[in-house]
């Protein structure tokens, strides 16, 4: 039978599928029973599924199985933020005592039987410390999950990824999760090729509908217009006068052609904020590619007064911020400007970048995750991993700066973006919206929208160190 189409009917050697089946509160998918197959058969696993699929549930599942029977486990993200994300919501599920957390700038009990690093780290650890991967004094390495993995395509950071899988010691199985990934066979073949068995677990739908929209500011009623995109549907912001649908991606306002100004511009943050709370489709996730302008969208949140909670939910705020902010002293609360941030988190709106301190970023999250918060101004950092879904998502701009190039966001990123949008069990549909920009084609945008992400593509360099550690075995 081949990987793909496992029946999903396996049943853990040692009862611990039975164990974790039950404290599961929901029944798992057909693509989750088809990955614990695979893990219990001894196989390395690749998952790709939609944002909010439930993914992470494999991990659980490899990691408790692998101490379950007396082994580590390690578990990658590429960013510090998501490790120590990860490093709290198992400490909670397996207790402080069995976490560990290394970040290259934090350490906390790096012998512990679960591990959780970023993949720099584990890389470093195999070329200078490979050792303690496989010490009997620590408990034999169980299995190694490799969160993100489509990261291995970066143009900067991507080799990481592939030494870790090239390297890490034989017969120790890898659980690869990503979001959805065109040529996934092509990769499944080349994780069997450099690490045997792989089980390839594909799963294309999500578990809440998204609908897709394009917000513009309307310079005739000086008010902003939601419009839904989709196959077929031309919203009137592209196909209005002066405004060619097929203008070429990247072509700016004044290169129309017709010299007339179009009636549509980039939607203000204010009336786009009172248009989705009019909707009903807050909570938001607003995606800003700057640390800098999202806290500019927080000052202007505060200057218009913007208020989107009750006194209950405010309340309820306040003690969550107090909880993760109540170890820091009143000096250290001022430098931070504390009342502040505070005050925008009573009033339902605040940022989420990696420029936060990290109990001011975990705050922001646990509000949101309790549905006290109606909209973070994000950076792209927030649609990696983290378990903070919202009923709608806001693009302000559909291009980023890459660090050499600005550019469309690819059909991927978007997917990733806005894989946040739809709460399972919570909302029937999630919301992906666009701020319109003249910047953008109907062709580039529909492209970006409808497409299917594009091949993984390796980035991987060959360099001294790794060819010395495959010679090394």
């Known amino acids: 039978m081949s990987p793909e189409t496992s029946t999903g009917s396996g049943v853990s050697s040692d009862g611990y599928r039975e164990h974790f ?15 614990f197959d695979a893990l219990d058969s001894g196989e390395s696993v690749l998952v790709t599924a939609p944002t909010g699929a439930g993914k992470t549930v494999v991990a659980d599942y490899a990691i408790g199985a692998a101490t379950r029977r007396g082994k580590r486990a390690v578990y990658t993200t590429p960013l510090k933020a998501l490790s120590n994300q990860k490093y709290r919501d198992l400490a909670r599920d397996h207790g402080s005592s069995q976490v560990g957390l290394l970040t290259g700038d934090t350490s906390i009990n790096r012998s512990a039987p679960i ?27 169980g299995v190694v999950v490799i969160d993100e993995v489509h990261y291995l395509e970066d143009p900067y950071r991507g080799q990481v990824w ?10 120790v199985p890898l659980v690869c999760l990503s979001a959805t990934v065109s040529n ?14 792989c089980r390839l677990v594909m799963e294309t739908s999500r578990p809440v509908p998204l609908r897709q929209h394009l917000l513009a500011g309307d310079r005739r009623s000086g008010a902003p217009v939601l419009m839904e995109m989709g196959r077929g549907k031309v919203p009137p912001a592209f196909s209005g006068a002066g405004f060619s649908a097929s203008r070429s991606p990247g072509q700016g306002a004044g290169q129309r052609g017709s010299g007339r100004r179009s009636r549509w511009s980039p939607p203000d943050r204010i009336d786009s904020l009172a248009i989705l709370e009019k909707r009903g489709f807050l909570p938001a996730i607003i995606f800003i590619f700057s640390r800098v302008r999202c806290d500019e969208a927080l000052r202007e949140c505060a200057d218009a007064h913007v208020r989107l909670t ?23 609360l001022g430098v931070l400007d504390y009342g ?42 927030l649609s990696l991993g983290m378990n903070v879904p919202a009923r709608s998502v806001l693009i302000e701009r559909p291009w980023k700066f890459t660090g050499t190039a600005t550019r469309m966001l690819s059909p991927g990123e978007y997917q990733q973006l806005t ?9 029937e549909v999630g919301h992906a919206i666009l701020a319109w920009s003249p910047r953008a084609s109907y062709r580039s945008i529909d492209r970006m929208v409808m497409a299917y992400p594009d091949p993984l593509r390796s980035s991987f360099r060959p360099t001294y160190n790794l060819m010395v550690n495959l010679v090394r075995g």
């Open 21 to 35: 089946l039950a404290k599961l509160p929901f029944t798992p998918d057909r693509f989750q029973s088809l990955a």
């Open 115 to 141: 591990v959780v690093m970023t993949t720099e780290v584990l890389r470093n650890m195999i070329h200078s410390d490979r050792t303690s991967l496989v010490d009997p004094a620590l408990g034999m390495l």
């Open 340 to 381: 502040r941030f505070v005050a925008g988190l009573q009033a339902g709106y605040a940022a989420h970048h990696a420029g936060m301190v990290p109990p001011f970023r975990e705050a922001v999250e646990a509000c949101l995750t309790a549905g006290y918060l109606k909209v973070v101004f994000a950076t792209e950092t």
């Open 310 to 332: 009750t006194d209950d939910e405010a309340g309820a705020i306040t003690r969550i911020a107090e909880s993760h902010t109540g170890h820091l002293s009143a000096d250290e």
């Open 184 to 197: 996934a066979h092509e990769v499944a073949g080349w994780l069997r090729s450099v690490r045997g068995s």
């Open 162 to 171: 592939e030494e870790v899988i090239v390297l890490t010691p034989p017969g």
């Open 419 to 427: 894989g946040r949008a739809g709460r399972r069990g919570i909302d």
